[in-house]
């Protein structure tokens, strides 16, 4: 495995403050998304980005990254990947979180490849075919990351991801197209030997890519993490702006 299973550390963070302004929207008629707009004077006609969350699903933090996309010029679609059964920040310590991950919280809504993969791949339709995107990247956070590397196969050319777990080192092998990486310094799901191994995979892809680790930060940084610690807030902000180069370069 390039990167370990999701843990508890997953759900622990900070919420961010700001207006969201985009719109809650379904795809396909079933699944839950955010859609943000870029402004018409900045908007890259025939680009798209999907952006795919963290186990906390479709909430302030993501709707706020989505807009962040989508002021740098990218129709940007936050997709529920957990089909309404997404986490709450900062779960207590009793959390059965392996059992969420193969049953869900009823015990009927699993959030395995096999039940995440069909949503992946509506969102990637409706991003082509309902809203004009022939070029498209895609963002992974943390639970996302796999479903980023998973699906260059089905029109994602341009990928990033920011502290990734869950990825089989033969899914990572399999990319496509340009990847890009944001590393925390501290990570138990993503850490030294795990950065080390991926950039090895990486290397034999023949594809561009990058790995950036941040100083002082811990995982979910580029989501989660505190905006009033000066460290985490450049590393958020930086892991960001390395999100939108990257698409400037590889995708425009």
């Known amino acids: 495995m390039a990167s370990k299973p999701p843990a508890r550390c997953c759900t622990i963070g900070v919420k961010h403050e700001g207006e969201t302004i985009g719109q809650s929207i379904k795809v396909a008629n079933k699944h839950d ?42 129709l940007t679609l936050l997709i529920d990947v957990f089909n309404g059964d997404a986490l709450s920040l900062n779960r207590s310590g009793d959390f059965n979180f ?8 009823d015990g009927n809504n699993p959030h395995t490849k096999e039940a995440v993969d069909p949503i992946v791949e509506d969102a990637i339709k409706a991003l082509k075919e309902e809203y004009g995107a022939e070029k498209l990247g ?23 991801v920011a502290h990734p777990s869950f990825v089989e080192e033969e899914e990572l092998a399999a990319i496509e197209g340009p990847f890009s990486i944001a590393a925390a310094e501290t990570d138990t799901i993503f850490p030294a030997e795990k950065r080390h191994k991926s950039e090895e995979i990486l290397q034999k892809t023949g594809q ?12 979910g940084f ?6 009033h610690k000066k460290a985490t807030r450049y590393a958020k902000e930086q892991a960001f702006l390395q999100a939108v180069t990257w698409f400037d370069n590889y995708l425009l």
């Open 138 to 160: 895609a963002v992974g956070y943390c639970f996302g990351a796999k479903y980023v590397v998973r699906h260059y196969k089905d029109g994602i050319k341009v990928g990033y």
């Open 208 to 219: 561009p890519y990058q790995i950036n680790l941040y100083s002082g930060v811990e995982h």
């Open 33 to 74: 998304a955010y859609l943000a707009t870029p402004p018409a004077d900045k908007a890259h006609k025939g680009v798209g980005i999907l952006l795919i969350p963290d186990v906390l699903g479709i909430w302030d933090n993501s709707r706020l990254i989505a807009d962040q996309f989508a002021a740098n010029g990218y």
């Open 222 to 227: 580029a989501v989660r993490g505190d905006p």
């Open 98 to 105: 392996m059992a969420w991950l193969t049953k869900g919280s």
